[in-house]
């Protein structure tokens, strides 16, 4: 699932994208409340969005008000080292889900993001393609019901293709779903495609090359 984290703070936002990312998210991130206003101005395709209140531009209060003026869904988590009572409440009123004031434990967040997407997507997001399964609120894979355990990239690419079962998805596709900010060499999908392909071989799950396509994820 791919997440934004709007916060100013580097050394947090950093910490925070890779714990995240090592739950098995993908995390984009924005560190000006004005950049993040434009950018949840219309559609977006982000599962659940991570918001810090006080932005440089505008305050992380207008982002919300901003997305919320079309986009009543996508669950919203203020991080704010913000104490008062009152930026608690006029956040929840304008549409916020939840609240966590800084410091906060990661297991704490984690678990947060977890609660906020189980409430969203409450059949458990489930992909299944054959024998391999994804449970999108626990972020784990199986094969035959055994653990598929994989880093943290190839779990990304992996999920990404499941969504996509049955349909090839060209590399600049993947790379914005699955990478999204991230910085890759030129062969580094390729790469990861070619690990994938070693786990599923003889699984009954085949990633297939499709000439000038891309790659496709399907049952034989």
Do not use: W
């Amino acid at each position: 699932m791919k997440l934004l984290l709007v916060e100013d703070d580097t050394l947090l936002a950093e910490t925070l994208q890779d714990a995240l990312g090592l739950a098995g998210y993908s995390v984009g991130c924005l560190a000006d409340g004005n950049e993040a206003r434009e950018r949840l101005a219309g559609r977006h395709d982000f599962a659940l969005i991570l918001l810090d209140l006080n932005l440089p531009g505008c305050s992380g209060l207008e982002v919300l008000a901003t997305l919320r003026g079309h986009d009543a869904d996508t669950p919203v988590l203020i991080l704010t080292a913000r104490g008062a009572i009152e930026d608690r409440v006029r956040g929840l009123d304008l549409g916020a889900d939840d609240y966590l004031a800084k410091p906060f434990a990661l297991d704490e967040l984690e678990a947060r993001v977890r609660a906020l997407l189980r409430r969203r997507h409450p059949s458990g997001a489930h992909l299944q393609v054959g024998p391999l399964a994804f449970d999108g609120l626990a972020q784990r894979f199986t094969l035959d019901d055994e653990p598929l355990n994989l880093p943290p990239r190839e779990q990304r690419l992996l999920g990404c293709l499941m969504r996509h079962a049955g349909e090839p998805v060209d590399k600049a596709q993947l790379a914005g779903e699955a990478f999204a900010g991230e910085s890759l060499g030129d062969n580094a999908i390729e790469v990861y495609v070619h690990r994938l392909r070693r786990r599923l071989a003889d699984s009954g799950v085949e990633l297939r090359t499709v000439r000038g396509l891309g790659y496709l994820l399907a049952t034989p």
